[in-house]
């Protein structure tokens, strides 16, 4: 047989075509960086700013100043203030711990001091990175000063700054502020099992039952998001507080502390379980039921081997969402709280109460350690999830039982009364001129001009932060989403968005704030200029509320099959044409429904905007805690109330539109 002749010569190996990348998604690949480094500005550096914070100590060291004194014969031998505090044992050594703006005095190491004396001072520094005070003069250089004794006493010593893990060690060395972690996963933990047990039920009975007003059930179980958390507790006090309506309903126990914390976080998180439980149960295949049946099945039985299962991703997710919330919320244990210590309210305690930002940054990196985990959890629930609906499911339909539908109805009835309550005690109280000794009507406590906490001016500025954050929030976040979702190639950009995009669910409100101060309001920072004005409430409100509007967006933008991008390329149309004529109207509702989602919450907000504010900015949800703090509990009920009927009339706004742009925008569904 005759073989072959083979070619000794190597093939070279053929080139590696990559295919070109368009104008279109290079332009798109542009406009999605411009927006990444928005949420690099926004999010990553303040919190990069706020951890570097946390490692932040500060202390005096006493071997750095040097002090001579001339009482008329001279001067005497130069002596350091640590011989001194030695010898006269004057500060001990924790006194000597501080935070970066800690003062000590200089007149702390001359007991025998008087301004009136002619004894002159001198104070010099042996580290040229040091510094001291004289007034509101800072001296930073290693030269001797001369004072005289009046002048003398207006010096501050300042403390010397170091990196380390000692803000830590002090945090967890304290039993009052670690004792916080344990309230904070008590009360969480406690929150999740009856908010998740109650929402299950409540949305067992919409899905599994015929009972009557399932529209009106579902209408109340929305309301608490409505509201800002502070507003549960306001009702509560009013319900069960010190001069209560029904306090002997407690049996005694006090409302202020986890009893209050845990039935208002019930209320506001109620909402948030509902809708993710009721996805769940909505998408039940009844074949299974019918299988349960055919092998006679209890009833028992097939809820537990065939509802359970099917839904517990959607009751895992409801967990960690709830947990989430309470462990991060501020408003509600800061007014219902009382010596209960919550993670959240020490974070304002240290700031605001005790002006050290190092300790609250401290408590900032402990609370944002369970946030992330419960978040990165509840990804990779979500992610193991699986389709529970085929091509040949068929949709649960519920049979009429009398006897079930009148126990659902019933369990419904009862907590939509729970959620009703507290809303018309909020009403009550603030049309009641002077609880419990005055109780004809009025609307005295809506004169808000004469109480603390900014005045209709705050109820302004809300208005015009969520209609900020619901336009200029809408489209950045519905833009980017666009460009991730639309464009070709570029997957490490790609990949790198969609992690900046996830972040901010899991960063707390207060971290958030917190983490602003450090980075905006650093003088160095070009971006200082914002510091204190409106547009730095918008920036953090958008940003805190990104990750679930681009989950909305991203949603609806993957139902639109991509042929339309590549017909418009064919026609060689830009993508922003297709866009505006296309994409845009197409996901017009999901669009509406990013609109009114940052403007809700833009008005309800509290722990991301409470350390923001200006006198110029003050918003109707700080001024609701405010005028609580002042002792205006009933101003501060009508300013909550004023918030709810607020968001109620956007919903009506945005249901009214959404109806209209609907009959013109998506008629193409009905065909």
């Known amino acids: 047989m005759n073989s072959i002749p083979s070619n000794n010569k190597e093939m070279s190996p053929a080139p590696v075509i990559r295919p070109k990348t368009s104008k279109d998604a290079r332009l798109m690949a542009t406009f999605m960086l411009v927006i990444a480094v928005y949420l690099v500005i926004a999010l990553a550096f303040p919190l990069y700013a706020m951890l570097s914070k946390s490692f932040t100590t500060a202390a005096f060291d006493l071997d750095n100043f040097e002090f001579q004194v001339n009482t008329g014969d001279g001067w005497s031998e130069v002596v350091s203030a640590a011989q001194i505090n030695e010898t006269l044992k004057l500060l001990k050594p924790e ?62 010593l300042r403390p010397s700054q170091s990196t380390g893990l000692d803000n830590y060690i002090t945090y967890f060395s304290t039993p009052a502020l670690f004792r916080s972690i344990e309230n904070s996963f008590f009360i969480s933990i406690l929150t999740t099992l009856i908010t998740v047990s109650l929402a299950f039920g409540f949305a067992y009975a919409l899905n599994r039952s015929t009972m009557r007003f399932k529209g009106v059930f579902r209408l109340i179980a929305m309301i608490p998001i409505l509201v800002p958390s502070l507003l549960p507790g306001i009702a509560l006090v009013y319900l069960f507080g010190n001069q209560g309506m029904v306090r002997w309903l407690l049996f005694g126990h006090d409302i202020y502390g986890p009893i209050g914390i845990v039935l208002g976080s019930v209320f506001f998180t109620f909402p948030h379980a509902l809708i993710i439980i009721t996805t769940a149960l909505s998408i039940s295949d009844a074949r299974l039921y019918e299988a349960a049946i055919s092998l006679r099945a209890s009833a028992w039985k097939t809820f537990w081997t065939v509802t359970i299962p ?163 929030g809408t489209i950045v976040v519905f833009s980017g989403a666009y460009m991730v979702e639309k464009i070709n190639g570029f997957m490490p950009i790609r990949s790198g968005f969609q992690f900046l995009a ?25 971006l200082n200029g914002i510091y204190g004005t409106m547009v730095i409430l918008v920036v953090c409100t958008v940003t805190h509320f990104y990750t679930v509007s681009h989950l909305t967006a991203v949603t609806a933008l993957k139902q639109m099959d991509r042929e339309f991008e590549a017909v418009a390329s064919s026609l060689k149309q830009p993508f922003y044409k297709l866009m505006a004529k296309v994409t845009v109207p197409v996901c017009m509702p999901s669009i509406l429904d990013i609109s009114i989602y940052l403007f809700v919450n833009a008005m309800t907000t509290v722990s991301a905007v409470i350390f923001l504010y200006s006198p110029d ?46 009959k013109r925008t998506q008629a193409w569904r009905k065909r």
């Not at 009933?634 to 209209?660: D, E, K, Q, S």
């Open 502 to 526: 996830m972040m901010p669910m899991a960063i707390p409100g207060m971290v958030l704030g917190l983490a602003y101060i450090f980075f905006f309001n650093d003088p160095a920072n070009p």
């Open 617 to 662: 900015t003050a918003l109707a949800s700080v001024a609701v805690m405010n005028m609580d703090d002042a002792g205006d509990v009933a101003p501060a009920a009508a300013m909550g109330m004023m918030i709810f009927y607020t968001n109620v009339g956007a919903r009506l706004i945005h249901l009214f539109v959404t109806r209209n742009l609907t």
């Open 310 to 472: 099917g839904a517990r991703y959607g009751l895992l997710s409801a967990s960690f969402v709830v947990f989430n919330l309470v462990i991060t919320d501020f408003g509600l244990p800061k007014v219902i709280g009382g010596q209960y210590n919550m993670l959240a309210v020490d974070i304002y305690k240290q700031v605001i109460g005790q002006q050290n930002f190092e300790m609250g940054a401290v408590v900032s990196v402990v609370l944002l350690i369970p946030a992330m985990m419960a978040f990165a959890i509840d990804r990779y629930v979500q992610s193991k999830q699986v389709a529970q609906l085929s091509s040949r499911s068929v949709p649960y339909e519920p049979k009429p039982n009398r006897r079930f539908d009148t126990i659902c109805l019933s369990y419904c009835s009862m907590v939509a009364l729970f959620i009703l309550s507290l809303i018309v005690i909020c009403q009550y109280a603030a049309l009641v001129k002077l609880w419990p000794y005055n109780l004809s009507l009025g609307l005295g406590n809506y004169n808000f001009n004469v109480m603390d906490g900014g005045g209709w001016a705050s109820y302004g500025n809300s208005i015009q932060l969520a209609l900020l954050t619901a336009f200029i």
């Open 95 to 156: 006194e000597l711990v501080t935070n970066v703006d800690g003062r000590l005095y200089a007149t702390t190491f001359f007991p025998d001091f008087s301004f009136r004396s002619k004894t002159e001072y001198r104070l010099r520094q042996l580290d040229p990175n040091g510094s001291f005070l004289v007034g509101s003069t800072r001296v930073a250089d290693t030269d001797w000063h001369t004072y005289e004794a009046n002048k003398f006493r207006r010096i501050v």
